[in-house]
C-alpha cells in the first residue's frame, strides 16, 4: 500500500484540519519560536529625514542609506541607528549589517507577516517600522569607538608590495611606515572575509588602487592598502590589496566567543615592530 | 549510531537554515542551498525543519550506516542505491545495519540531501551547525567529508519492527514537491541599480538566456551571457548583499551571490533573486541556462509564504502519520 502526502491542496492551517486524514485535534507545529509581546500594531507613517533613503536588498532585507559619501559623520549615524536596532529589535530581526552609508536589516518575512496578517508585504512593515524609529535613534549617539593599537611588521619579506608603492609616491619605506601608523583610522565595516576590517582614511600619500590581477594566496594577518582604505586579512586568502606589512594577532579565532579581533566603528591605530618581535608575538 | 564514509563525494558537508546574527563581523550565514530541500529531507524523518542534513554534490559520498537509520533523501534525483537497488527520493527509508548508500547517476538538479531520523550529532559554531569552511568551524570539524570519516547520530532508533530482517525498507509514503518546483523562469526583483542600466541592457537581462559557468559554486553562480552595461559608469559604495543578490561584474558578465556569499559587496546590484527561488537556482548545475523574468515584492513574498505554509503542512502530516507508523511496532499502518 503507498500513500502519497497531499498537502498543496491545502490553503491554510483552518482548511487543513478540517481534512478528514489530519487529526483535528492537532496543533500546528511552531516552526519559528515567537517572543510573547508578539502583537504589532502598523506605526505611523513618518517622513523621512534628509539624506536618508530606504530601498529592498531582496525580499528579506532591506538597505538604509544615510549619507551619499565616506564619512566619519554619517558612519556615525550608521553606528547608533546599528545599536539602537541592537537594543531595541523588532521580532523577525535576524542580521544588522552595518558598512560606510548604509545598514542593511535582514529579517524573516515568515515571522513579520505571522505577527500582522493584515499587511500587505513584510518589506512594507519593515519600512514603515525604520521610518517610525529614524527619530528616536537620531538622538541615540554612538557608543565610545574602542581603540585598539595593532602590532605590524613592515620587514620586506612579510610585505611584498612595500617597495613598489614607497617608489610609487616617491617614499622611502621609512616613511611609508610613519605615514601609515601615526593616522588613526575608523572600522567601517568588516565583510569579503569573516573578520576582514575595512578601515580609512590612509594618508593620501600612501593611497594606491588594488593590485591589477589578485595574488593567488594572500598569508592571514597580511596588511594591505585598496584605495584609501586599508585592512588585514584574518585567512590566507586570494587577494589585490598592496600588501605592505603583517600582524601578529590572530584577527579570526573561530574558537573564541567572540571570534572577530575587530567590530565596526573601532578606532585603530598601527605601531611598527621588528621581524624578531613579530616571530616573539605571533599567536600559534 | 553512525555513518561510516567509505568513498567521499565533491563536496559533502553539512548544513542547517544557517547562521544568522553574525553578518556585522563578516560571517555570512551559509546554510542549505535548497532550503525547501532541506526542510523537506527533515520533515519525512519526523525532524525539527532546522535540523543539520548533508549536502552533497554529485559524485557524492559512499556512504555505510554502521546502525540502523531512518532517512530520506531530497532535492537533486542522483539515482540513488542501497545495496545495489534503486531508492526514490522524497521518501523515508528504514536501512539496517551494513548497508550501503551510494548515489549512481545525475538525474536531475545539483545537490542532494539526507536526513537521519533524529539528526547527526554535530558540534554548533555560533548557533548552527552549517559548516563554515573559511572559518573550519560548524558541521562536522569545519569541513567537507572525508573518506573514513565516522559521523555519529544523536539518538539510537528501533527499528526491528519495520525492518522485519530485511536489510532496508521504504515506506509507503512520498512528500509531494511538485509545488516547490513549478517555476520555468528564474523571477527576479529589480535591483538597485536596474534603473542605471541601459534600456538595452534592461531588455537583454529579462529576454536573453544566461549559462551558469563551470566555476560556480556554493559562493557564487557566474553566467555566461550578453554583456550588460550601465548608462554611466557609477562609483559604487560597498554594502550589504545577500544570497541572490545579482551584481554586474566590470566584464559586463553577471554574477549571483549563493549561500556562501560575502556580507558586503561593491560591484552594482542589478537585480536580486527572492528566496523561493533561490532554491529553483540551487537545483541549476553548470552549463545549464537559465532565463529571468521581472516580479514585484509582493509576489515574491507570496511564493516564500506559500513555500512556508507547503512545508508546514508537509511537517504536520509528517509529524500525524509517519511518527505512528514507526511506533506502531509491525509496520502494518
Not at chain 1, 593616522?183 to 600619500?205: D, I, K, W
Not at chain 2, 539515482?79 to 545495489?84: G, S, V
Not at chain 2, 570539524?141 to 525498507?169: A, E
Request: charged share 10%.
Amino acid at each position: 500500500m503507498k500513500y502519497t502526502l497531499i498537502l498543496s491542496s491545502f490553503r491554510n492551517l483552518h482548511l487543513a484540519c478540517c481534512k478528514k486524514q489530519v487529526n483535528p485535534s492537532f496543533k500546528p507545529v511552531a516552526t519559528n519560536p515567537l517572543p510573547p509581546q508578539n502583537l504589532h500594531l502598523p506605526p505611523k507613517n513618518h517622513p523621512l529625514p534628509n539624506q536618508v533613503t530606504i530601498h529592498p536588498t531582496n525580499d528579506h532585507a532591506l538597505t538604509i542609506q544615510l549619507g551619499d559619501t565616506i564619512n566619519l559623520i554619517t558612519h556615525q549615524k550608521v553606528l547608533s541607528l546599528f545599536q539602537y536596532l541592537q537594543q531595541h529589535p523588532f521580532a523577525g530581526l535576524i542580521d544588522i549589517i552595518p558598512a560606510y552609508n548604509t545598514l542593511t536589516v535582514v529579517y524573516d518575512p515568515i515571522i513579520i507577516k505571522h505577527l500582522n496578517s493584515e499587511l500587505q508585504t513584510a518589506a512594507h512593515w519593515v519600512e514603515t517600522h525604520i521610518k517610525s524609529i529614524l527619530p528616536n535613534f537620531s538622538q541615540q549617539a554612538a557608543a565610545a569607538a574602542r581603540q585598539l593599537k595593532v602590532p605590524v611588521c613592515y620587514h620586506p619579506s612579510l610585505a611584498p608590495d612595500i617597495e613598489a608603492l614607497a617608489q610609487q609616491h616617491n617614499l622611502t619605506i621609512r616613511e611609508v611606515i610613519h605615514l601609515h601608523t601615526t593616522t588613526t583610522y575608523n572600522v567601517y565595516m568588516l565583510g569579503f572575509l569573516p573578520g576582514f576590517p575595512y578601515m580609512a582614511s590612509v594618508h593620501e600619500r600612501l593611497a594606491t588602487p588594488r593590485k591589477p590581477s589578485p595574488r593567488k594566496n594572500v598569508p592571514a594577518g597580511s596588511v594591505g592598502i585598496a584605495g584609501n582604505q586599508t585592512g588585514i586579512y584574518p585567512f590566507a586568502s586570494p587577494g589585490g590589496w598592496q600588501i605592505i606589512g603583517q600582524t601578529p594577532l590572530t584577527i579570526f579565532d573561530a574558537a573564541k566567543q567572540d571570534p572577530a579581533f575587530f567590530q565596526p566603528g573601532d578606532s585603530v591605530q598601527f605601531y611598527a615592530i621588528t621581524i624578531d618581535e613579530f616571530h616573539q608575538t605571533r599567536q600559534p | 549510531m553512525s555513518i561510516r564514509i567509505i568513498k567521499a563525494g565533491l563536496a559533502d558537508a553539512f548544513y542547517d537554515k544557517g547562521r544568522y546574527g553574525y553578518q556585522h563581523l563578516g560571517i555570512n550565514p551559509g546554510g542549505a542551498m535548497h532550503v525547501a530541500a532541506l526542510q523537506t529531507a527533515n520533515a519525512l524523518v519526523c525532524n525539527p525543519p532546522n535540523e543539520a542534513v548533508l549536502e552533497m554534490h554529485f559524485p557524492a559520498a559512499n556512504i555505510l550506516f554502521n546502525q540502523p537509520a531512518l532517512i530520506a533523501l531530497t532535492g537533486a534525483d542522483f539515482t540513488a542505491t542501497i545495496n545495489q537497488q534503486p531508492i526514490p527520493i522524497n521518501t523515508p527509508i528504514a536501512v539496517g545495519k551494513g548497508v550501503e548508500l551510494k548515489c549512481t547517476k545525475p538525474l536531475s538538479g545539483a545537490r542532494t540531501y539526507l536526513s537521519v531520523s533524529g539528526g547527526f550529532a554535530l558540534t554548533p559554531w555560533l548557533n548552527s551547525c552549517s559548516t563554515n569552511l573559511v572559518c573550519h568551524a560548524g558541521g562536522f570539524n569545519g569541513r567537507t567529508l572525508q573518506t573514513g570519516d565516522v559521523v555519529n547520530f544523536k539518538s539510537p532508533i528501533n527499528l526491528s519492527p519495520i525492518l522485519t530482517q530485511k536489510p532496508f525498507r521504504i515506506l509507503p509514503f512520498r512528500a509531494s514537491v511538485h509545488q516547490l518546483h513549478h517555476y520555468q523562469n528564474i523571477h527576479i526583483l529589480p535591483g538597485n541599480h536596474y534603473p542605471s542600466l541601459t534600456q538595452q541592457s534592461q531588455q537583454n537581462l529579462l529576454s536573453q538566456t544566461f549559462t551558469i559557468a563551470a566555476n560556480s559554486n556554493r559562493m557564487g553562480y557566474r553566467l555566461h551571457g550578453t554583456q550588460l552595461s550601465l548608462q554611466h559608469p557609477t562609483n559604487i559604495i560597498s554594502s550589504a548583499v545577500t544570497k541572490g543578490t545579482i551584481q554586474l561584474l566590470p566584464s559586463g558578465q553577471l554574477i549571483i551571490l549563493m549561500a556562501d556569499h560575502q556580507t558586503t559587496g561593491g560591484y552594482p546590484v542589478v537585480g536580486h533573486v527572492p528566496s523561493a527561488f533561490a532554491d529553483t537556482l540551487a537545483q541549476c548545475r553548470p552549463t545549464q541556462s537559465i532565463q529571468f523574468a521581472l516580479t514585484d515584492f509582493a509576489s515574491a513574498e507570496a511564493a516564500l509564504i506559500s513555500r512556508h505554509l507547503h512545508l508546514l503542512q508537509l511537517q504536520n502530516a509528517c509529524t500525524f502519520r509517519i511518527k505512528p507508523f514507526l511506533t506502531n511496532a509491525n509496520g502494518r499502518s
